[in-house]
């Protein structure tokens, strides 16, 4: 069983900063992609930045220069440091990670319940 846990969301002013955490647990035999996704309300879920198990990343234009993925493998961890907040970026924002467990020879997408961040005018 693996499971994956976000953290650090909440509320904050127009221009601030959060740092949202994913940590990835159970019985994992490895990771591949490791991603954030966010969803507004009423609006398709979106792909925020994505960053691969060699550390190359990518991003949506909208948050280019403002936000930037990291992964800790040794402790199974992704994070997405976000500063310059708009209240655009108000959503649900998910984690996602392509993972092996050790109990199947496949990978297979996991994903966080999702952690709530608002930002206020």
């Known amino acids: 069983q693996v499971q994956l846990v976000e953290s650090g969301g909440g509320l904050v002013q127009a221009g601030g900063s959060l740092r949202l955490s994913c940590a990835a647990s159970g019985r994992i035999f490895s990771i591949n992609d490791m991603g954030w996704y966010r969803q507004a309300p009423g609006k398709q879920r979106e792909l925020v930045a994505v960053?691969?198990?060699?550390?190359?990343?990518n991003y949506v234009d909208s948050v280019k220069g403002r936000f930037t993925i990291s992964r800790d493998n040794a402790k199974n961890t992704v994070a997405l440091q976000m500063n310059s907040l708009k209240p655009e970026d108000t959503a649900v924002y998910h984690c996602?990670?392509?993972?092996?467990?050790?109990?199947?020879?496949?990978?297979?997408?996991?994903w966080g319940q999702g952690t709530q961040v608002t930002v206020s005018s």
């Open positions: 996602n990670a392509r993972i092996r467990s050790r109990s199947f020879s496949v990978e297979i997408d996991y």
């Open positions: 960053i691969t198990s060699g550390g190359t990343t």
